[in-house]
């Protein structure tokens, strides 16, 4: 009979959890569009992990965790992507190494050796222990006042706070992240939640910071660029974003094609992507979904550049000074509205306005001032624009129902690993 | 009183019921997702991939979670399944084939509804971790504000039957259906029955920003079960709809079981498809979505389909 089963399973997409570093997320992206495998949002759903290059050293401990709540019998694939330390081959000593450009043969391998028992299991990683002793004053080892409080075994137990109601009720402090699938890798959310309501909240960074990223827009700070090439960047950035934005509203077909279309677009594309904006608009995304959600006003955008402020109305853009996007005819976009639609929408639009500037460019260069206008905004030698937008998330949460946050974060399209200096622990409470 | 199958032949009935109707809602998802997606649609795999899924879940090993509440945990998928059960064993197959036709059929059909909110709470919250817990929370907010329209919807057909039986339901739509009958009837009841079946765009317990939710921890058969009894769920809510609202078995030249297949069918297709089609909606506007506007046209709905009576 499990021979049978087994044989059946093998016409099965190997359902894989993927962890990628935070300069792997692009790769590990397009995974989503590969045949034969099946991206899952839960480790539990999966029994292949996909390490995708190098993991920040923050990202160790709980992709250790991840590997342990695979379903057995479990098997580790890191596709190393030309990388060379050796943080995750130390972690993970049984893991199959894949150097090919593509993981997917791999991870079909090792799913079909699984099945067939040609390969065995891992073992898990970390002892089945507490993460502490046990360790309490009253009787039951709470440490606060009547039954609440305190940190027995080394977890949190619920404490007492005022509502939004006025009521003291229960809160209890959980730590979403930092492979929680809906929002960027790295960011760790410590959150005190009331039933489905943040009550407080702040975040820890654990990517690591890059040095160097290898992107269009990070050559264009030393060289000058072909502005083709650097909106077509752009307009993909943002078409990522999207996809993985509408994954989490919970359209995943909707959001493969729109992956597709970002791997497919052309300069000179516009009409796409106002053709995918009014597909959006129809299908609610923007007011049934997001409208009224995370609104950012003005005076709090302190430092802030890029959609998530044009979004809110302010009309900065360092395209504007250049001269050769002057030629073009470039205006900045912005709405006033300053909600999660609007950043949406402001996307959306602004992947539109690139792709139209490529197609007109034509040998325009810019970029080698030490300033560009990145697709999350302003970027300078050592400083990224998710700096002072990440800084924004914990007093915008607080207060809001899970979804409404995690939908908050996600339309702010952070990049924790340029969110540096390491400005660690922000928090803010209702 | 109506000839029943024996009791047998209706438990074997109401097995392959869910197992056939839990197997055309995965080739129906794998359908819709591949359109919408615009991947190429390769029917070997869509008809093999739930199969092949169902036997890769079945041979992994499940995990669990930290001191989870295990017996809760692992009846939570049962009752949900047992539930849809309850629920299809009342509608008739045919004009006289019915596992259970009771006179108060439709009581029993709500009261299967009700407790689904028992059987999502318990399978959120017995996993002992935090992203199942707010899943749970959710569905609370969304079963209070989809219960009582849904019942209100399903008790206007009733009236024009002067029955609570199922198959008086389906008889009094010989001459007009209800879909026409009640034009604001179908409309409503499906809304509600997304609501009550988790499917996008109101999946809120098991959803994507939640990781899987009530879902996010359960691994192997655990998780087989659970899709499926969900599964079961959308072909329950379903086959009501087409026997409330559809004529149930009554139509033209097939035979009648065809006909609640057929017309089963059309509401799953129409089920699946929007939830393939809109953005998932903010909680908080579907509960005053709920609260505001279906109540209130539910209750329009039962006015009218009384006034019509007189």
Same mark, same amino acid.
């Given at each position: 009979?499990?021979?049978?089963?087994?044989?059946?399973?093998?016409?099965?997409? /190997?359902?894989?959890?993927?962890?990628?570093?935070?300069?792997?997320?692009?790769?590990?992206?397009?995974?989503?569009?590969?045949?034969?495998?099946?991206?899952?949002?839960?480790?539990?759903?999966?029994?292949?992990?996909?390490?995708?290059?190098?993991?920040?050293?923050?990202?160790?401990?709980?992709?250790?965790?991840?590997?342990?709540?695979?379903?057995?019998?479990?098997?580790?694939?890191?596709?190393?992507?030309?990388?060379?330390?050796?943080?995750?081959?130390?972690?993970?000593?049984?893991?199959?190494?894949?150097?090919?450009?593509?993981?997917?043969?791999?991870?079909?391998?090792?799913?079909?050796?699984?099945?067939?028992?040609?390969?065995?299991?891992?073992?898990?990683?970390?002892?089945?222990?507490?993460?502490?002793?046990?360790?309490?004053?009253?009787?039951?080892?709470?440490?606060?006042?009547?039954?609440?409080?305190?940190?027995?075994?080394?977890?949190?137990?619920?404490?007492?706070?005022?509502?939004?109601?006025?009521?003291?009720?229960?809160?209890?402090?959980?730590?979403?992240?930092?492979?929680?699938?809906?929002?960027?890798?790295?960011?760790?959310?410590?959150?005190?939640?009331?039933?489905?309501?943040?009550?407080?909240?702040?975040?820890?960074?654990?990517?690591?910071?890059?040095?160097?990223?290898?992107?269009?827009?990070?050559?264009?700070?030393?060289?000058?660029?072909?502005?083709?090439?650097?909106?077509?960047?752009?307009?993909?950035?943002?078409?990522?974003?999207?996809?993985?934005?509408?994954?989490? /509203?919970?359209?995943?077909?909707?959001?493969?094609?729109?992956?597709?279309?970002?791997?497919?677009?052309?300069?000179?594309?516009?009409?796409?992507?106002?053709?995918?904006?009014?597909?959006?608009?129809?299908?609610?995304?923007?007011?049934?979904?997001?409208?009224?959600?995370?609104?950012?006003?003005?005076?709090?955008?302190?430092?802030?550049?890029?959609?998530?402020?044009?979004?809110?109305?302010?009309?900065?853009?360092?395209?504007?000074?250049?001269?050769?996007?002057?030629?073009?005819?470039?205006?900045?976009?912005?709405?006033?509205?300053?909600?999660?639609?609007?950043?949406?929408?402001?996307?959306?639009?602004? /992947?539109?306005?690139?792709?139209?500037?490529?197609?007109?460019?034509?040998?325009?260069?810019?970029?080698?001032?030490?300033?560009?206008?990145?697709?999350?905004?302003?970027?300078?030698?050592?400083?990224?624009?998710?700096?002072?937008?990440?800084?924004?998330?914990?007093?915008?949460?607080?207060?809001?129902?899970?979804?409404?946050?995690?939908?908050?974060?996600?339309?702010?399209?952070?990049?924790?690993?340029?969110?540096?200096?390491?400005?660690?622990?922000?928090?803010?409470?209702? | 009183?109506?000839?029943?199958?024996?009791?047998?032949?209706?438990?074997?009935?109401?097995?392959?019921?869910?197992?056939?109707?839990?197997?055309?809602?995965?080739?129906?998802?794998?359908?819709?997702?591949?359109?919408?997606?615009?991947?190429?649609?390769?029917?070997?795999?869509?008809?093999?991939?739930?199969? =092949?899924?169902?036997?890769?879940?079945?041979?992994?090993?499940?995990?669990?979670?930290?001191?989870?509440?295990?017996?809760?945990? =692992?009846?939570?998928?049962?009752?949900?399944?047992?539930?849809?059960?309850?629920?299809?064993?009342?509608?008739?197959?045919?004009?006289?084939?019915?596992?259970?036709?009771?006179?108060?059929?439709?009581?029993?059909?709500?009261?299967?509804?009700?407790?689904?909110?028992?059987?999502?709470?318990?399978?959120?919250?017995?996993?002992?971790?935090?992203?199942?817990?707010?899943?749970?929370?959710?569905?609370?907010?969304?079963?209070?504000?989809?219960?009582?329209?849904?019942?209100?919807?399903?008790?206007?057909?009733?009236?024009?039957?002067?029955?609570?039986?199922?198959?008086?339901?389906?008889?009094?739509?010989?001459?007009?259906?209800?879909?026409?009958?009640?034009?604001?009837?179908?409309?409503?009841?499906?809304?509600?029955?997304?609501?009550?079946?988790?499917?996008?765009?109101?999946?809120?317990?098991?959803?994507?920003?939640?990781?899987?939710?009530?879902?996010?921890?359960?691994?192997?058969?655990?998780?087989?079960?659970?899709?499926?009894?969900? =599964?079961?769920?959308?072909?329950?809510?379903?086959?009501?709809?087409?026997?409330?609202?559809?004529?149930?078995?009554?139509?033209?030249?097939?035979?009648?079981?065809?006909?609640?297949?057929?017309?089963?069918?059309?509401?799953?297709?129409?089920?699946?498809?929007?939830?393939?089609?809109?953005?998932?909606?903010?909680?908080?506007?579907?509960?005053?979505?709920?609260?505001?506007?279906?109540?209130?046209?539910?209750?329009?709905?039962?006015?009218?389909?009384?006034?019509?009576?007189?």
């Amino acid at each position: 009979m499990s021979r049978v089963l087994s044989r059946i399973a093998l016409r099965a997409d /190997a359902r894989v959890f993927c962890i990628a570093g935070s300069q792997s997320r692009d790769e590990a992206r397009l995974l989503r569009l590969a045949e034969g495998i099946h991206l899952t949002g839960t480790p539990r759903a999966a029994n292949v992990l996909l390490i995708a290059g190098e993991l920040d050293a923050g990202l160790i401990a709980p992709a250790l965790v991840a590997h342990d709540a695979l379903s057995p019998p479990r098997a580790t694939v890191w596709w190393r992507l030309d990388t060379e330390e050796a943080l995750v081959s130390k972690n993970f000593p049984n893991a199959f190494m894949e150097d090919d450009l593509d993981p997917v043969p791999a991870l079909r391998r090792v799913h079909e050796e699984l099945l067939a028992g040609q390969r065995e299991g891992e073992a898990p990683l970390l002892p089945d222990v507490e993460p502490a002793q046990w360790q309490g004053i009253g009787p039951y080892g709470q440490g606060g006042k009547g039954m609440t409080g305190g940190v027995p075994y080394g977890r949190p137990m619920a404490e007492r706070a005022d509502d939004r109601d006025g009521l003291k009720l229960d809160y209890l402090p959980v730590r979403i992240g930092p492979l929680f699938a809906p929002l960027p890798v790295g960011l760790a959310l410590d959150v005190k939640l009331q039933g489905d309501v943040i009550q407080g909240a702040a975040f820890e960074n654990l990517a690591d910071a890059s040095t160097d990223g290898t992107s269009i827009f990070h050559r264009a700070l030393r060289v000058a660029v072909l502005i083709r090439d650097l909106e077509l960047a752009r307009a993909r950035s943002h078409l990522e974003w999207l996809s993985d934005a509408v994954a989490v /509203a919970g359209a995943a077909s909707l959001s493969e094609r729109i992956l597709r279309l970002a791997q497919q677009v052309a300069p000179g594309d516009g009409d796409a992507i106002r053709a995918v904006e009014r597909t959006l608009r129809r299908r609610g995304f923007f007011d049934w979904s997001m409208r009224g959600v995370g609104v950012l006003k003005t005076n709090a955008l302190e430092g802030v550049s890029g959609p998530v402020a044009r979004a809110s109305g302010l009309s900065i853009d360092a395209r504007t000074k250049e001269a050769a996007y002057e030629r073009l005819g470039f205006e900045p976009l912005t709405q006033d509205a300053g909600d999660a639609a609007a950043r949406w929408i402001q996307r959306v639009r602004e /992947a539109a306005q690139a792709l139209d500037l490529a197609g007109q460019a034509g040998d325009e260069r810019t970029g080698g001032s030490g300033a560009i206008e990145s697709p999350r905004g302003l970027l300078t030698d050592g400083a990224g624009p998710s700096t002072a937008t990440a800084r924004l998330v914990p007093s915008l949460v607080v207060g809001m129902e899970f979804g409404e946050a995690v939908a908050t974060v996600v339309s702010l399209d952070l990049d924790m690993s340029e969110a540096q200096p390491l400005d660690n622990h922000v928090s803010a409470a209702s | 009183m109506r000839p029943y199958l024996s009791p047998p032949l209706a438990v074997i009935t109401m097995i392959g019921v869910l197992i056939a109707g839990s197997y055309a809602v995965a080739v129906l998802e794998e359908i819709a997702g591949t359109l919408v997606s615009r991947r190429p649609l390769r029917l070997t795999y869509v008809f093999w991939a739930p199969l =092949a899924t169902a036997a890769l879940l079945l041979t992994q090993g499940r995990t669990s979670t930290e001191r989870p509440d295990a017996q809760a945990w =692992a009846l939570a998928p049962a009752l949900l399944a047992g539930l849809a059960a309850v629920g299809l064993a009342v509608i008739p197959i045919d004009q006289n084939t019915s596992v259970a036709d009771p006179a108060a059929g439709f009581v029993l059909y709500s009261a299967a509804i009700s407790y689904v909110m028992v059987a999502v709470y318990l399978h959120g919250w017995s996993a002992n971790s935090t992203l199942p817990l707010i899943g749970a929370y959710r569905f609370i907010a969304q079963a209070f504000a989809f219960q009582i329209p849904f019942l209100l919807v399903l008790l206007a057909p009733a009236l024009p039957a002067e029955s609570l039986a199922i198959s008086d339901i389906v008889e009094a739509q010989e001459s007009l259906w209800n879909v026409v009958r009640q034009p604001l009837g179908l409309p409503i009841f499906l809304v509600v029955s997304a609501a009550a079946t988790f499917s996008l765009p109101l999946d809120f317990p098991d959803a994507a920003d939640l990781a899987g939710g009530t879902s996010s921890e359960v691994s192997a058969s655990h998780r087989l079960a659970w899709r499926g009894a969900r =599964a079961g769920l959308l072909v329950m809510v379903a086959a009501m709809g087409a026997s409330a609202f559809l004529g149930g078995w009554q139509g033209p030249w097939l035979p009648g079981w065809l006909w609640v297949i057929l017309k089963t069918l059309l509401l799953l297709v129409i089920l699946i498809a929007s939830s393939h089609t809109f953005a998932r909606l903010r909680i908080e506007r579907f509960v005053v979505l709920a609260w505001v506007v279906l109540l209130p046209l539910s209750l329009v709905n039962i006015f009218f389909a009384g006034a019509l009576l007189l």
